[in-house]
Structures are given as C-alpha cells and as structure tokens.
C-alpha cells in the first residue's frame, strides 16, 4: 500500500456521570497516512445509550470533506454504552469502505442487549447489530485482534489494518483517536 493513503480512524471517550458529562461521549475522528502522518482530526459527539452513533460517524466524515480519505475505521462495533455501529449506513454515506476493530473476545452483544434493553430499544439495536458482517480474527503483530469490514474484500481489510499497525496490535488511526477522544472528552467535562 503506498504511504500517502489516508484512514480515518474513529474512536470515543465519555466518562460515567459522576464526573459531570450530561448524557454525550466524545468521537474524535483521526487522518492518518499509511506513513503514520497525522493529516487532520475532527470531533463530534454521540448520545450514551441512544442510537445516533452512526449518524455522528457519518457527520465526522461529511464535515472533514476530505476526497483523499480510503478508508474509515472504527474502534468497536458498539460504542457509547450500547449505540451500535451500522457499518452499512456509514459506507453508504461517506461512499468508503468501513472496518470495525475490536480488541477482545466476545460472545456477541445479544445476551447483554437483552440484559440492559427491553421493547422497542432492544429489537432495534438487535436489528442493527445482525445486519452487521461477522467478526473476523487477524493475527497483527503476533496479538489477536478482531475485524469486521464493509465495502472491502477480507483480503483488502486485513492488508489496511496491518499497513496502519506499524507496532502492537491497534491500528495507528484508532490509537490515536482514542488518545484525542479522551483528550477531548476531558476538556468537555471540565471546561464548565
């Protein structure tokens, strides 16, 4: 893959409450060239416990407006307690394939979205986390890590996220993200 294609890597931060977020998780959204250069970072925020998640995605996306972007990268599958991820919608969106990383094992999010959600929220999310492709293990460097992709062959995602993990088992556009998320989510909830 050559140097200067570009991901955006998505990740999210909130903290629980006690420490005075209202209800919101920070997204940041990270550009990374396969390099390892930083090329841009946009933030937006999310609904704990809603289902918006993807829309934000979407809206972090729209509003870099960036032509030069391959590939967006998503740090989980269900973010922000439960706001599930339509990789489909996203990739329809922003015409770019989608991948989805996870870092654990897991049974799937059935028995826990029957644990947390009942009526209407539940069957929704259900709804959306089944429409999704299947996890899929990849070995990157020597650690275990878990992938989903959309609009992208398994071969084609799986050379993505090893071109973008220069070193240990996350991605480079996601690492970073998640270091700007909890950077942001941070300020947000102690600039009031």
């Not at 946009?42 to 289902?51: A, L, S």
């Not at 919608?89 to 870092?103: A, G, K, N, Q, W």
């Not at 929704?124 to 890590?145: A, D, F, G, K």
Request: one cysteine or more; hydrophobic letters at 35%.
């Amino acid at each position: 893959m050559k140097p200067g294609v570009r991901a955006l890597g998505v990740a999210e931060s909130y903290h629980d409450g006690e420490t005075g977020n209202t209800g919101t998780s920070t997204l940041a959204g990270v550009v990374t060239r396969a390099s390892r250069v930083i090329d841009g970072f946009v933030f937006g925020t999310c609904t704990i416990g809603g289902t918006d998640v993807s829309d934000a995605i979407c809206s972090l996306g729209t509003r870099l407006d960036r032509e030069d972007v391959r590939y967006v990268l998503i740090s989980g599958i269900a973010l922000s307690w439960y706001n599930i991820v339509d990789m489909h919608r996203i990739s329809d969106v922003l015409d770019r394939p989608v991948i989805s990383v996870t870092f654990e094992e897991s049974d799937g999010l059935d028995a826990s979205l029957a644990t947390e959600f009942s009526g209407e929220n539940l069957e929704r999310r259900r709804e959306i986390y089944r429409r999704q492709p299947p996890r899929q293990e990849l070995s990157v460097n020597e650690q275990t890590i878990f992938v989903r992709n959309v609009g992208v062959t398994d071969d084609e995602a799986h050379d993505v996220i090893r071109t973008f993990t220069p070193e240990g088992g996350r991605p480079e556009p996601l690492r970073v993200a998640r270091i700007a998320a909890r950077a942001g989510d941070e300020w947000r909830t102690t600039a009031r």
